[in-house]
């Protein structure tokens, strides 16, 4: 989730456990600052490009090193904040919450979270809530804002804090159930149209949870669907592009190639651009604005060459078309994406390298 989201939530546990003894001012505070702690991952040093898109939300994301961490670091804010010195274990329990939080709705996103790091060493993501979402974040901003601006403790602060933190759970709750609902219906249009795909996987789409983007696989193609609660299915319109194994295949055994295909868990796809081996994963945007892309070979005459892993920016989006489409299918209307529609195929044959 965005920094904003993970600051507030962890002011808001905070408060909950801790405002009482500390006040809830200086309980949000702190909780919003311990809630920031897992995404100075990206401060770490690594290879290139591609380890730094694949690396992040990695061990300080885990809830064992969470389990570990929260001693340490609980029993720094006893020893040192005379208001928390006889709540140790309320205190402990405090960072832990408050790490964890943070790991959980990272991991309800698509992006991918390592949340059982070292046991279980892949990246979880759900994919059925938006990297950011007002309906999320807006009740917990608004205790948080409240947490700040009281001085002292109060029985209606404890039910506010509650009551956001009730909510914006069961919120999370229906995202996942609103996820399974897209895919369902998704099997059935793809079985109507008479198109045979090996993967369904339905995400959220930017701001909410009532449009969804919804990718599948065959062996040379993936297929978008944007779903809208309030679609009339008979009218979906799926769009197919192709997905290149053949380039795909230039790079088998490429450790870029290989934890760009891993963490994607295999939704990606390859493009010949400008003489250059594009991977893109298709989790994360819409076609053809992919947010992480990355150029792993060169082409020439009849050779592919391997190359420092680039990540290479995505064109600028014709922003009123696409929200104007957006619009439409927020609201259940039917409507052509036209920029994805007149996404061209792939270039002739004779134009690719041998690998």
């Not at 989201?5 to 009482?20: D, E, Y």
């Not at 608004?142 to 009730?166: E, P, Q, T, Y």
């Not at 229906?174 to 795909?197: M, Y």
């Not at 680039?310 to 489409?325: C, F, Y």
Request: proline letters at 5%.
């Amino acid at each position: 989730m965005d920094s904003v989201t993970q600051f507030t939530l962890g002011a808001v546990v905070s408060t909950l456990c801790l405002g009482k003894r500390m006040g809830p001012r200086k309980a949000a505070l702190l909780g919003g600052l311990l809630g920031t702690l897992p995404d100075l991952d990206v401060l770490l040093p690594v290879a290139n490009e591609v380890d730094a898109f694949v690396l992040h939300r990695g061990w300080t994301h885990s809830f064992f090193v969470h389990a570990l961490a929260a001693p340490i670091i609980g029993e720094i804010l006893v020893r040192t904040i005379k208001a928390l010195k006889d709540a140790r274990f309320r205190v402990w329990l405090a960072v832990f919450l408050i790490f964890s939080t943070h790991a959980i709705i990272d991991g309800i996103t698509v992006y991918g979270t390592r949340l059982f790091w070292p046991f279980y060493p892949d990246p979880i993501g759900v994919g059925s809530m938006f990297i950011i979402d007002p309906l999320y974040t807006l009740p917990i901003l608004a205790v948080a804002i409240w947490s700040f601006v009281k001085r002292d403790w109060s029985a209606a602060l404890g039910r506010g804090l509650v009551i956001a933190l009730v909510a914006t759970t069961a919120y999370m709750g229906l995202g996942v159930v609103l996820q399974a609902n897209a895919e369902s219906r998704a099997k059935v249009i793809f079985a109507d149209a008479g198109v045979e795909v090996r993967n369904i996987f339905a995400i959220s789409g930017p701001f909410n949870v009532n449009v969804w983007k919804v990718i599948a696989q065959d062996d040379d193609h993936y297929y978008n669907l944007y779903l809208s609660l309030l679609d009339d299915d008979s009218q979906a319109r799926i769009y197919a592009h192709p997905s290149r194994p053949d380039l795909a295949a230039c790079l088998e055994g490429n450790d870029a190639f290989e934890k760009l295909k891993w963490f994607s868990r295999g939704y990606y796809t390859a493009d010949l651009e400008e003489g250059q081996i594009v991977v893109s994963d298709l989790r994360m945007g819409l076609t053809p604005y992919y947010v992480f892309r990355f150029a792993l070979a060169e082409t020439g005459g009849d050779a592919v060459t391997i190359i420092e892993p680039q990540s290479i920016n995505s064109p600028i989006v014709t922003l009123n078309e696409d929200l104007d489409w957006y619009g439409d299918r927020f609201l259940g209307r039917s409507s052509e994406r036209a920029v994805e529609a007149n996404v061209p195929g792939p270039p002739p044959a004779e134009e690719l390298a041998s690998c």
